[in-house]
């Protein structure tokens, strides 16, 4: 069971990307699908959830909330995350993971019941 994520690079404020978190070995359908990154320095964070490819459920924190879209391709067992209006505070690690067992937090992509991550891709965004 394997996510890899890519899409990730050097943008500048007010810029757009397209991170894609690629499956393979399971069908993203049946898990709920966060997206989480980590600046320098700081803690790791949720950033988005969907709940399976279809995308019957997505969440966006605060800080990114009207900037970045969640969604699925059932088709290509791929979830991305469109980041749009990029601000330097964006830069970070984009990881996606997999949570599995939704009693564990009920699908909301709380980070301790992420089952599955890919490594991570690099996204800054500066001038």
């Known amino acids: 069971l394997q996510l890899v994520e890519s899409g990730g690079g050097l943008v500048q404020p007010g810029g757009s990307l397209r991170l894609s978190c690629a499956a393979s070995g399971f069908t993203l359908d049946y898990y709920a699908i966060g997206w989480f990154r980590q600046a320098p320095g700081k803690e790791r964070e949720g950033v988005s959830c969907i709940t399976g490819s279809g995308g019957s459920t997505t969440n966006y924190a605060d800080s990114v909330k009207g900037r970045f879209t969640i969604s699925g391709d059932n088709a290509t067992n791929t979830i991305y995350l469109h980041l749009n209006s990029l601000k330097p505070e964006d830069t970070a690690v984009y990881y996606c993971?997999?949570?599995?067992?939704?009693?564990?937090?009920?699908?909301?992509?709380?980070?301790?019941?992420?089952?599955?991550w890919g490594k991570g891709t690099l996204v800054t965004v500066s001038s």
């Open positions: 993971a997999a949570e599995s067992n939704r009693y564990c937090s009920g699908f909301t992509c709380f980070e301790g019941c992420m089952d599955y």
